[in-house]
């Protein structure tokens, strides 16, 4: 799977955008804090895309001691964000309600920058495959128009 950070790049907010509050994120994905990454979709295609929003908060429990002299948010979890804002895009879906998207694999995953207590990580994801239980799906977090990181990933729905 080739990754084309260009595809991530065309997708904008639309006018008339279909919004997730965290309160709705909740009810589609079964992830709570402090594992829900992402805290509202600013706008999706159900099967196809989702743009996402983490807001980095220094109260947040993961700079405590990543790393407490100089706090950066874990690339890892950014990754993290990147699948659960792809898992909106698919939950959305009446054909996949409920059920639980799960990483196959993560390739490609680059950490081009640093995302810091103040940052508004903005997360794109795009499902570029389908079959049956399984999917592929590209996806990139920015802070403003600064790469933060990028990646291409599986995932099996459960």
Same mark, same amino acid.
């Given at each position: 799977m080739?990754?084309?950070?260009? #595809?991530?790049?065309?997708?904008?907010?639309?006018?008339?955008?279909?919004?997730?509050?965290c309160?709705?994120?909740? #009810?589609?994905?079964?992830?709570?804090?402090?594992m829900?990454?992402?805290?509202?979709?600013?706008?999706?295609?159900?099967?196809k895309?989702?743009?996402?929003?983490?807001?980095?908060? #220094?109260?947040?429990?993961?700079?405590?001691?990543h790393?407490?002299?100089?706090?950066?948010?874990?690339?890892?979890?950014?990754?993290?964000?990147i699948?659960? %804002?792809?898992? %909106?895009?698919?939950?959305?879906?009446?054909?996949?309600?409920?059920?639980?998207?799960?990483? *196959?694999?993560?390739?490609?995953?680059?950490? !081009?920058?640093?995302? #810091?207590? *103040?940052?508004?990580?903005?997360?794109?994801?795009?499902?570029?495959?389908?079959?049956?239980?399984?999917?592929?799906a590209? *996806?990139?977090?920015?802070?403003?128009?600064?790469?933060?990181? !990028? %990646?291409?990933?599986?995932?099996?729905?459960?």
């Open positions: 080739s990754f084309e950070v260009e #595809r991530l790049t065309n997708i904008e907010v639309r006018e008339n955008p279909n919004i997730l509050t309160d709705d994120i909740e #009810r589609i994905l079964p992830h709570r804090q402090p829900l990454m992402i805290d509202r979709i600013v706008d999706y295609e159900p099967l895309w989702a743009v996402g929003e983490k807001l980095m908060s #220094r109260n947040d429990p993961v700079f405590a001691g790393f407490p002299a100089y706090p950066v948010f874990p690339g890892v979890l950014s990754l993290e964000a699948a659960q %804002c792809g898992a %909106c895009a698919l939950l959305t879906s009446p054909d996949f309600k409920g059920k639980m998207p799960m990483f *196959g694999s993560v390739k490609n995953a680059r950490f !081009k920058s640093q995302v #810091r207590p *103040g940052d508004v990580l903005t997360i794109k994801t795009v499902l570029t495959n389908m079959k049956a239980n399984v999917g592929l590209e *996806g990139a977090a920015y802070v403003g128009d600064r790469l933060a990181v !990028k %990646c291409s990933f599986s995932f099996v729905i459960v």
